[in-house]
């Protein structure tokens, strides 16, 4: 990492792909994605997880996604990242605020401060397993991929002021996505009455959606960039 303004140039070539589409085999870090998020659907089939339990995991997950988004983009910007960290901690906190409300209201029609709701989920062990898992496979892909392979010098933009910016919106990016498919589902599953079937299709589904971003964003064109 260096300390180079903004305005710095700098010229990379990028490698032709990387992760499962470009080398044919299960990579490490959709291994651990994969295994994580079956704890969830283990959750459901063998301690009766409910529908909002599992929503409140995935709630969790949005908010490790924004912990490691953080330093990916100090190794972006260096030491000019601090001012954009602070406002990225503050922005995804009411981001993150407002979607907790949103799930409570739709999925358990209690108010976020409610202690009886939350006490039984995160004081459960399989949540807290699940938790973990959950971080420690965003973890495999930050290492394996962001700075293994230097995805943070891989950027199709040509100023690290507009890598920093368009860094800083993936997160958004992704849990919109992964959340349409989640609530779609999770309306289904409450259409029919949560049964463990319903539920079990849906974590499959957010998995489905999860390894189509995971190799979306690991997957690069083989050219040369600067900025």
């Known amino acids: 990492m260096d300390h180079e303004p903004p305005d710095v140039e ?59 988004n953080i330093p990916k983009i100090l190794m972006i910007a260096g030491v000019w990242g601090v001012p954009v960290v602070l406002f ?33 989920i995160v004081f459960n062990a399989t949540t807290v397993v699940a938790l973990l898992s959950l971080f420690v496979s965003h973890g495999v892909s930050f290492f394996s991929n962001f700075v293994a392979k230097e995805e943070y010098a891989y950027t199709t933009v040509t100023s690290r002021y507009t890598a920093v910016s368009k860094q800083m919106g993936k997160p958004y990016v ?30 499959l589904l957010k998995i489905g959606a999860d390894l189509h971003a995971h190799m979306k964003e690991h997957s690069v064109s083989g050219t040369t960039r600067t900025y």
């Open 174 to 203: 992704r849990i919109v996505i992964m959340h349409i498919t989640i609530l779609a589902g999770g309306f289904l599953v409450m259409l029919l009455g949560a049964p463990p079937a319903a539920l079990a299709v849906m974590i």
């Open 88 to 120: 990225f901690v503050v922005h995804y906190g009411m981001f993150m605020a407002v979607h907790l409300v949103f799930i409570f209201v739709l999925f358990s029609g209690q108010s976020p401060l409610s202690s009886r709701l939350l006490a039984p």
């Open 10 to 68: 700098r010229t990379f070539t990028e490698p032709s792909e990387t992760g499962f589409r470009a080398t044919g085999r299960i990579t490490p870090s959709v291994i651990a994605l994969v295994l994580a998020n079956l704890i969830p659907l283990l959750g459901v089939l063998f301690f009766r997880w409910s529908l909002f339990s599992i929503m409140f995991l995935y709630w969790m997950e949005s908010a490790i996604v924004g912990f490691y």
